[in-house]
């Protein structure tokens, strides 16, 4: 057998371990990885933080480049008159100060397919979770719609809310444009009904009453009798039978 010199010893055992790249060695301090790259890039070929079929791996919680793309979007798809064009959306992955209980509160007309693509981003980022309490539903003051828990109380809101819509809805010529609609819950009642005119979209006046009755434990009011009629000021008004 033929014997190999000490120039071909000292030769392979480089070989050796640079291919190896001893992690308890000096060399580690000069490599990416185990095999010795020292580009930065991957064994595969591709770029870090690249997967072999070319997709970007996700970042890690904090990092997530999606948080700032539903901060943008939120306070874009916000504005309303009244909480008749807000809706609640689910938010346990957006950590953000628009979501205090796991929810957030956007305009109606927003696209709610596109948040959806960017919460199911957000759970990428592995940020999810929230605290155990539920939302409601308000449009603020200032007119941006709010999911709230504990720190503003609503009630006053959907009084002002139902207001608005009466005023906007009790316009008439004669009383064959009013009717009566019913308001137990609505404190600016008469015998429970008040008067609105034929126009007036009565699954959005139910709407607003389904919100008050959240705000108390007892709806209602002396039993009495009403008919709708309009009154001088061309409003449409419940009178007394």
Known sequence: MKRLGLNHILILSLV????????????VADCETAGGNESGSSSDGNEPGESSDGDTTTAGPGTCESTATAEAFIEANRQCSSVLDCVVVEAICYQGPYRPCSSVGLSADADLDAWTEIHDDLAECGECGGPACGSALMCTDEGECQATFGTNDPCVSYERDADAFLADNQAC??????????????????CGVVALNNSADLSDWDTLLGYLQSCTEICGADPCAATASCGPEGVCVATLS
């Open 16 to 27: 050796a371990s640079t291919a190896g790249c001893d992690f308890g060695d000096k060399c």
């Open 173 to 190: 010529e004669t009383d064959a444009d009013c009717m009566l609609a019913p308001a137990e819950c609505y404190t600016g009642n008469s």
